[in-house]
Nanobody, 127 residues
Framework: QVQLVESGGGLVQAGDSLTLSCAAS????????IAWFRQAPGKEREFVAA????????RNEDVGKGRFTISKDNAKDTVYLQMNTLKPEDTAVYYC????????????????????WGQGTQVTVSS
């Protein structure tokens, strides 16, 4: 069993930055991948970025277009999503997701790949 707790969302103005955190607890010692997804009102949940327990990472180049960076702190089992120069179209609920897969592959976008999800954190960017 794994628990994920997101934090760091909020209401910001366009051009501001935010850093989201996803703290994992439970069976994390055997290796994992943690990803960030987001879901805007009326839209499907979309993949943002993922990072493995070894530090390999990937991101959706269509989301954030270089403005988002994923990182992790192994000592804290916490993954971060640094979001810079936020735009109103970044408004969404941001979720972190966990899979026991250990290798970043080409199915990072596949929701069914992930075993556990956080409750989500709202990011609202005003113009």
């Amino acid at each position: 069993q794994v628990q994920l707790v997101e934090s760091g969302g909020g209401l910001v103005q366009a051009g501001d930055s935010l850093t989201l955190s996803c703290a994992a607890s439970g069976r994390t010692s055997i290796g994992y991948i943690i990803a960030w997804f987001r879901q805007a009102p009326g839209k499907e949940r979309e993949f943002v970025a993922a990072i493995s327990w070894r530090g390999d990472s990937t991101r959706n180049e269509d989301v954030g277009k270089g403005r988002f960076t994923i990182s992790k702190d192994n000592a804290k089992d916490t993954v971060y999503l640094q979001m810079n120069t936020l735009k109103p179209e970044d408004t969404a609920v941001y979720y972190c997701a966990f899979t026991f897969d250990r290798t970043i592959g080409d199915r990072n976008w596949d929701l069914s790949r992930y075993n556990y999800w956080g409750q989500g954190t709202q990011v609202t960017v005003s113009s």
